[in-house]
């Protein structure tokens, strides 16, 4: 029986051989150690709770028409959904790829809508 496409695809090989569903992403050669306060800074502030973090000075990115395809992948997460038999038919008829074609018409859905609310506030 084959396995899913999905699971084999996220795996990838760290240099000791162990699998991860984690990218690995390899560091530059030229990158220097952390020193002892460096390392301790960093301690200290991934100790902290995330309501005792200022952002106020970070603004926060809310239109993401504008990001380069393929740099910035959304989190999946896996769901089950029941569909009409003729819309999956006519979806799956397309060929492979019949769940990215769906949340690709999703995304353009939110995103519309999205369009539709703030263009509703602006006018009010």
């Keep these: ?35 002892k306060a460096q390392q301790e800074e960093i301690a200290a502030l991934a100790a902290l709770p995330d309501d005792e ?31 009409d038999a003729d819309v999956l038919a006519w979806i799956q008829s397309e060929g492979p790829g019949y769940q990215t074609r769906i949340n690709y018409m999703l995304r353009l859905a939110m995103r519309k809508l999205k369009e539709a609310e703030a263009s509703k506030r602006q006018s009010q």
Aim: charged share 30%; net charge positive; glycine share 6%.
């Design 53 to 83: 973090i200022d952002c106020s000075d970070i603004p926060e990115i809310t239109n993401f028409d504008n990001f380069v395809h393929g740099m910035f992948r959304p989190l999946k997460k896996s769901i089950t959904i029941r569909i």
């Design 1 to 35: 029986m084959r396995s899913s496409g999905s699971s084999q695809r996220g795996k990838r090989r760290r240099e000791n051989g162990e699998t991860t569903k984690n990218v690995v992403r390899k560091q530059p050669a030229n990158r220097q150690a952390l020193t």
